[in-house]
C-alpha cells in the first residue's frame, strides 16, 4: 500500500501563487509515477500534470502548461505543485496519486489523497 497526504490549499486571491505538497509513504518502491488531479463540484477528476518517480520525466495536460509546475523530491518522498497566476477557475479540490504505468485517465491511477481545497476569490 502507498499513503498520500496532500497539504497547502487554501483560500487565495486570483493573480497569486500557491503551491501544493504532497507527503508520500508506504511501498514507494512499488510507484512508477505520481501525479496530481484536480475536482471542481459537479465535475469529473481531471488530470493536471504526472512526473515518473525515478526518473523524473514530466507530462502536462496540454491546457494547463505555462502555469502549472510539477516536481518530487525522492529522497525526502514528496511531490509538489506550483500554481501561477491563479484563476476562479482553478478553484477545485487537488489530489495527489501514484500508480504503476498507465494513463492519464483517473482510473489508472492507484492511490489517492484525501484531496486539498483550493478557492481562488476574485
Known amino acids: 500500500q502507498v499513503q498520500l497526504v496532500e497539504s497547502g490549499g487554501g483560500l487565495v486571491e486570483a493573480g497569486g501563487s500557491l503551491t501544493l505538497s504532497c507527503a508520500v509513504s508506504?511501498?514507494?518502491?512499488?510507484?512508477?509515477?505520481v501525479g496530481w488531479f484536480r475536482q471542481a463540484p459537479g465535475q469529473e477528476r481531471d488530470f493536471i500534470a504526472a512526473i515518473s518517480w525515478v526518473g523524473g520525466s514530466i507530462y502536462y495536460k496540454d491546457r494547463v502548461k505555462g502555469r502549472f509546475t510539477i516536481s518530487r523530491d525522492n529522497v525526502k518522498n514528496t511531490t509538489s505543485l506550483q500554481i501561477d497566476s491563479l484563476k476562479s477557475e482553478d478553484t477545485a479540490v487537488y489530489y495527489c496519486?501514484?500508480?504503476?504505468?498507465?494513463?492519464?485517465?483517473?482510473?489508472?491511477?492507484?492511490?489517492w489523497g484525501q484531496g486539498t481545497q483550493v478557492t481562488v476569490s476574485s
Open positions: 508506504g511501498r514507494i518502491s512499488s510507484i512508477f509515477r
Open positions: 496519486a501514484a500508480s504503476r504505468p498507465g494513463t492519464t485517465a483517473a482510473k489508472d491511477w492507484t492511490y
